[in-house]
Nanobody, 126 residues
């Protein structure tokens, strides 16, 4: 089992930027695909971005494509989400997630991810 701790959330004006970080511990970080999800009040948790275990492939929800960038630092067991041009509709709790099986691909379905962080709040004011 891997432990995930997110940081970097906060309050920002529309058009601004934030960078989220997710520190992982407990197993070989570099063998597992990582993802970011978000959940706004009254909605289901949704996929935002994912990155392959080597970091060579990235995937994004259409709603964030061109504005958000996911990256990972396998030497420091950390995955990042750089969020630019933020919009009020990006307001949500953002969660970091890790796949349960090594060397498997990124998927959108939340049920396919084994480990989750506690979440970090991102609020974008208009």
């Amino acid at each position: 089992q891997v432990q995930l701790v997110e940081s970097g959330g906060g309050l920002v004006q529309a058009g601004g930027s934030l960078r989220l970080s997710c520190a992982a511990s407990g197993r070989t970080f570099s063998s597992y695909a990582m993802g970011w999800f978000r959940q706004a009040p009254g909605t289901e948790r949704e996929f935002v971005a994912g990155i392959s275990w080597r970091g060579g492939s990235t995937y994004y929800a259409d709603s964030v494509k061109g504005r958000f960038t996911i990256s990972r630092d396998n030497a420091n067991n950390t995955v990042y989400l750089q969020m630019n041009s933020l919009k009020p509709e990006d307001t949500a709790v953002y969660y970091c997630a890790a796949k349960g099986e090594p060397y498997t691909t990124v998927v959108v379905a939340t049920s396919r991810w084994r480990s989750w962080g506690q979440g970090t709040q991102v609020t974008v004011s208009s």
